[in-house]
C-alpha cells in the first residue's frame, strides 16, 4: 500500500508541484492550505509524512506543530519543512528536514524516500 503524504502550504502552486513529485514516485498525496485544514486532513487521511510551509494565514506552521505535539502526533508524523523563510525554516524542532523555496525538487524526494521508503 502507497504511503500518504500531507501537504501543507498555502500556496496551491507549491501543492500542486509538490504533490505532482510525490505522486510520480508512487506515493499517495493530500493537500491542505493551512493548519486548521491540516488539522482535519491528520484526522481523516491518517498520513505517513507532512511537508510543512511555516508562513501561512490562520494557524501558520509553528502553530500547527505545538498542536500536534499537544496531541502527542509529533512523534507518529515525520515533518519536513518547506519554506519561503530561510530564517524560519529551523521554526519546527521536531522536523526530520527543512527546505527553503524554491527547492530542489530530487531534494525533497530523497528525504522523503529515506524517511518513508518507497
Known amino acids: 500500500m502507497a504511503k500518504k503524504i500531507l501537504i501543507v502550504d498555502d500556496d496551491q502552486n507549491i501543492c500542486d508541484y509538490l504533490s505532482d513529485i510525490l505522486t510520480e514516485a508512487g506515493y499517495v498525496t ?5 493548519g486548521d485544514a491540516a488539522m482535519k486532513a491528520i484526522e481523516q487521511e491518517n498520513p505517513d509524512l507532512i511537508t510543512l510551509d511555516i508562513e501561512m494565514p490562520g494557524v501558520s506552521g ?3 506543530n505545538r498542536k500536534l505535539t499537544k496531541k502527542g502526533t509529533d512523534k ?18 521536531n522536523a526530520v528536514a527543512e527546505f527553503d523555496k524554491p527547492f530542489e525538487p530530487k531534494d525533497v524526494l530523497f528525504k522523503v524516500q529515506s524517511t518513508l521508503g518507497k
Open 62 to 64: 509553528p502553530m500547527f
Open 76 to 93: 507518529a508524523i515525520p515533518i519536513i519543512v518547506i519554506t519561503g523563510h530561510p530564517g524560519f525554516k529551523y521554526a519546527i524542532p
Open 30 to 34: 493530500v493537500t491542505a492550505g493551512d
